[in-house]
């Protein structure tokens, strides 16, 4: 069998999930995920399963115990507290820790666990009866090779109400929609300090470059906070469509996947966007981290805007 905790919003999830579910497949093996509610603070957050309105596939069990791991992997469980407790101490969001984990990885891997905060760390299932995956496996190296499997099962359900439809309907009738995230909320934390790269000067850049591209781009503007956005958004005199209103975060997924252009934000709910998308043009940060971290989320055909 082959765990693997869940952490964080929406975005982290879908990582996750896909990097179980394609090992799952690979290794013809059940997959469940464990959903954790117990982080204290300091340690990964997580809000509350939000799988559930995806496609994702019903032989993937979701299982609400905090305490499987600790009571029926202890030897992976153990091995993941360790791990977790030295980058704690040694900084987590101050260094790169993909060197350390992929050396790591044979030895934890034989263990049965497998530890990935940030990069890409190969995995080799290895001969343990069960199987624990620990972290955020933010790239699409993970699970490429089940990748339109993984299109279909994490593609947002939709049941629209008539507000949510007549937005939706709105994207598909422009000429070219344009998905513009800004993340704000917890970015603008001082302990975030190390995500705020996404500054008005790059989304005043990237507007500009898109209105070069395209001339006929129409914004649609996602964000958690629109005031700060209005006040603060030059969109180098593109039309602008706020998407206001209280919807999910799925629901603003399924919007978000309408476009065929995407000017993001380093967020790993920008990312699944623009990934969901087809035929698209994506526009993103030079930069994930202020601190010049490096992350396996950048792909090749993106279009990257400096952030200084």
């Known amino acids: 069998m082959i765990y693997a905790e869940l952490s964080g919003g929406l975005g982290n999830q879908m990582f996750i999930y896909a990097f179980a579910r394609a090992m799952g497949l ?22 509350a399963l939000a799988l559930d309105a995806l496609c994702v596939n ?3 069990k979701v299982l609400a115990d905090p305490g499987f791991a ?16 030295y980058e704690q101490r040694q900084g987590l969001m101050s260094r790169d820790w993909q060197p350390f984990e992929a050396k790591m990885a044979p030895l934890l891997n034989t263990l049965g666990l ?3 905060t940030e990069g890409y760390t190969p995995a080799r299932r290895g001969r343990a009866r069960d199987f624990l995956a620990w972290g955020y496996f933010q790239s699409e190296e993970y699970f490429v090779s089940q990748a339109e499997t993984l299109r279909r099962e994490l593609t947002p359900k939709e049941s629209f109400d008539p507000e949510t439809a007549a937005l939706a309907a709105k994207i598909e009738h422009a000429a070219c929609p344009v998905c513009l ?9 001082p302990e975030n300090a190390a995500l705020q790269v996404c500054t008005p000067a790059y989304y005043a850049r990237a507007c500009k470059a898109l209105r070069e591209k395209s001339p006929d ?13 209005r006040q603060n958004l030059d969109p180098a005199g593109l039309p602008v469509h706020w998407m206001d209103g209280h919807r999910t975060a799925a629901q603003d997924l399924a919007l978000m996947r309408r476009c065929r252009a995407f000017i993001m934000s380093n967020s790993t709910f920008s990312w699944w966007g623009q990934w969901l998308a087809q035929d698209k043009t994506v526009f993103a940060p030079d930069r994930w981290y202020t601190n010049g971290k490096k992350t396996a989320l950048y792909q090749e055909n993106w279009n990257l805007i400096p952030t200084e």
């Not at 781009?217 to 956005?229: G, K, M, T, W």
């Open 58 to 60: 019903s032989e993937v």
């Open 217 to 229: 781009a129409e914004l649609f503007v996602f964000s958690d906070d629109l005031d700060y956005v």
């Open 181 to 189: 995230h800004w993340r704000c909320g917890d970015y603008f934390k």
């Open 114 to 116: 497998h530890f990935a």
């Open 26 to 47: 690979t290794c013809h093996e059940d997959v469940t995920l464990i959903d954790r509610r117990d982080w204290k603070n300091g340690a990964p957050a997580h809000t």
């Open 70 to 85: 600790k009571a029926h992997l202890p030897v992976q469980n153990t091995a993941k507290a360790l791990m977790i407790k």
